[in-house]
Nanobody
Framework: QVQLVESGGGLVQAGGSTRLSCAASGSIRSITVMGWYRQAPGKQRELVATITTDTSTTNYADFVKGRFTISRDMYAYTVYLQMNSLTPSDTAVYYC?????????????????WGEGTLITVSS
């Protein structure tokens, strides 16, 4: 099992910045990817950014490229999301997500875990 605890969030003015953190605990050794998703009111949950735990390869949704940066602590399974140039359309609950690998090398499978989410409200 993997537990994810997010911190950060709250009310931010348009054009402002904030940073989210997510700390993983539990069976973290085989976590392969960590990332952030978001869900705005009345909309489906969508990918924001991910980062791999081996090479720190990142992936971003087009709508955050150049504004958000995902990073991780090299010595702990903690990821950060630096959010700049925020707009009201960024208002959403932001969820931390982790993918953990299980099983033998020749037949691995994965499971995903979610944090409880943290609300970011961007005021105009």
């Amino acid at each position: 099992q993997v537990q994810l605890v997010e911190s950060g969030g709250g009310l931010v003015q348009a054009g402002g910045s904030t940073r989210l953190s997510c700390a993983a605990s539990g069976s973290i050794r085989s976590i392969t990817v960590m990332g952030w998703y978001r869900q705005a009111p009345g909309k489906q949950r969508e990918l924001v950014a991910t980062i791999t735990t081996d090479t720190s390869t990142t992936n971003y949704a087009d709508f955050v490229k150049g504004r958000f940066t995902i990073s991780r602590d090299m010595y702990a399974y903690t990821v950060y999301l630096q959010m700049n140039s925020l707009t009201p359309s960024d208002t959403a609950v932001y969820y931390c997500h982790a993918v953990r690998r299980y099983g033998p090398v020749e037949r691995p499978y994965t499971m995903g875990y979610w944090g409880e989410g943290t609300l970011i409200t961007v005021s105009s």
